[in-house]
């Protein structure tokens, strides 16, 4: 194989280089005119429907082959195809660059694999060259390649990386119109051995599109749109190098779909089902109307597992569509946690002067904004922990600040300058204490619990949510008494809680802890933490 740059051309049994490409891996091909070629689920949008029972999906033992291998480090991304079904949007443009949530689709399916940990991320590419493959080429450890014969079918795009795959014996296979819960793959690119990753209990829309599996065991037997089975794919895969002589025996009987080649390798080796986990959720990207549903799905993840209920029925959804609709202009999020703290003070200042109402509306925004930060951070993939060490000290900034300004309102004829001191000082302050004893005082964290816990905890109101409610409620009826005293009732009777639950916790074993498959978060991924976090307490 000849590279020269950064795209490589296929055709044939040859590689020759190229000048730029890109493409899309789409559950629908178009067939150069003769109609669609579907492989590949609609969408899941649980919950189910009635009738739409869940097929049994025993995990099925490792084959021979897969005996002491290891999880694929390279995965191919198929991003060849044309969508005419959304071309009212795209007008004619490659699917793979509509926007979901500011990234092009194309370039949020790559950065799904890399952050499961793969080294390496192969695009397919064939309609609309180089335009889709400039979506992806500043972005680390990419190479692509373009698929000549991209028309005949996707199994005829991933031929195209087989001689860059080298001798690789496992890599994940993803279409690039797909969107997936964050670690929906995990559980797929760990299986040691070809796998499918499987929708048992699809919602009737998708598996009406989609490419059902027949399972037997625990393992896929076979694959196409035409069986009546319960369960279909959801469009990623782990495989194997057989993959490319299962395309060559199809493509001999004319058929150049994926299905087509994973039904002819496991006739002779089944693929390992895994089911979709709980609670994750995947969606093709077909329509108008599943790009909807993408981007609402992607929405609704930006929250957290242990939001307080205040956060969760009446920021986040306010937040996340705040968040999203700014997704495409590429703000910064330390920019927007600037913009919080200045919210913040203004807050604290009207509410210094006794305008209740000004101060009230402006507590409750500046505690809504407050989640737009760390959203845009986990959109955009972008969490560090710099990132979260200033999100956390402008939210200490600006609790003391509101705490200051309702004490102001209270105080006789304050002047300007007395304001401003007060409120400054108390900010900057307060800040100071609260985070050195988050970092220094290990109790502190010893006192949170698992999400489902927390997530009760927050009906106390002790969770920064629900205190800035409360101070927000005071000021509005023009009560700032109420809205000094009932946050630090809330709190303690929050603090005592947590005491008493985290004393019954060795009593009660592992009932009051996070289940040990739980999916954690990334140590860097601590920006907006969790309302009900002592941490947060101010």
Not at 78 to 99: D, F, H, P, V, Y
Request: proline share 6%.
């Amino acid at each position: 194989m000849r590279e020269l740059g950064w795209v490589s051309s296929y055709h044939g049994n040859t590689m020759h280089s190229f000048g730029t490409s890109e493409s899309d891996c789409t559950g629908a091909l178009d067939l150069a005119g003769a109609g669609r070629l579907s492989f590949g689920p609609m969408a899941d949008t649980r919950p189910r429907a009635p009738g739409m029972g869940a097929s049994a999906l025993p995990l099925g033992s490792r084959s021979p082959r897969s005996e002491g291998l290891s999880a694929p480090d390279v995965g191919v991304v198929l991003a060849a195809g044309r969508s005419e079904r959304l071309s009212g949007i795209t007008g004619g443009r490659s699917k793979a660059l509509s926007s979901l949530g500011g990234r092009p689709l194309l370039q949020r399916a790559v950065r799904t694999l890399t952050a499961a940990g793969l080294r390496e991320v192969i695009v397919v590419v064939g309609y609309e060259v180089e335009a889709v493959a400039a979506a992806v080429t500043r972005l680390e450890g990419v190479r692509v390649i373009l698929a000549e014969d991209w028309e005949l079918g996707n199994a005829a795009s991933l031929a195209a990386a087989e001689r860059a795959l080298g001798g690789e014996d496992l890599f994940a296979v993803m279409c690039g119109d797909h969107v997936f819960a964050e670690g929906a793959l995990d559980d797929l690119l760990s299986a040691g051995e070809p796998a499918v990753l499987v929708d048992p209990d699809p919602v009737p829309q998708a598996w009406d599109e989609g490419t059902r599996v027949r399972i037997v065991s625990g393992r896929a037997i076979a694959f196409g749109k035409e069986l009546v089975e319960p369960a279909i794919d959801c469009g990623v895969f782990v495989l194997g190098p057989e993959v490319f002589e299962g395309h060559r025996r199809a493509a001999a009987e004319g058929d150049h779909s994926l299905a087509g080649a994973l039904t002819r390798v496991a006739q002779a080796q089944p693929l390992k089902a895994v089911p979709l986990s709980e609670g994750d959720w995947w969606q093709d990207v077909d329509t108008p109307d599943d790009l909807l549903e993408a981007r609402s799905l992607v929405r609704r993840s930006l929250g957290k597992p242990t939001d307080g209920p205040v956060s969760r029925h009446l920021n986040r959804p306010i937040s996340t569509r705040i968040t999203m609709a700014i997704a495409p202009l590429r703000i910064h999020p330390d920019l927007l946690s600037v913009l919080f703290f200045v919210v913040g003070i203004m807050a604290a200042w009207s509410l210094s002067a006794g305008r209740a109402v000004v101060g009230g509306i402006l507590t409750q925004a500046a505690s809504v904004l407050d989640g737009v930060d760390g959203e845009t951070a986990r959109l955009r993939g972008a969490s560090t922990s710099r990132g979260a060490r200033l999100d956390a000290l402008v939210d200490r900034m600006v609790d003391a600040a509101v705490v200051a300004g309702l004490a102001l309102w209270l105080w006789k004829d304050p002047s300007r300058t007395f304001r401003a001191m007060i409120i400054a000082m108390s900010a900057g302050g307060w800040a100071l204490i609260a985070l050195t004893a988050k970092w220094k005082w290990k109790a502190i964290p010893a006192l949170e619990h698992a999400p489902a816990t927390e997530r009760k905890l927050g009906f106390l109101l002790g969770g920064r949510d629900g205190r800035l409610f409360v101070m927000a409620g005071g000021a509005v009826i023009g009560r700032p008494e109420l809205g000094l005293v009932g946050p630090a009732v809330a709190w303690g009777v929050t603090v005592v809680f947590r005491t008493v639950l985290r004393l019954l916790r060795p009593l009660r074993g592992a009932s009051g802890s996070a289940p040990a498959n739980a999916k954690a978060p990334p140590p860097e991924d601590v920006r907006d933490p969790p309302q009900g976090n002592l941490e947060e307490v101010g």
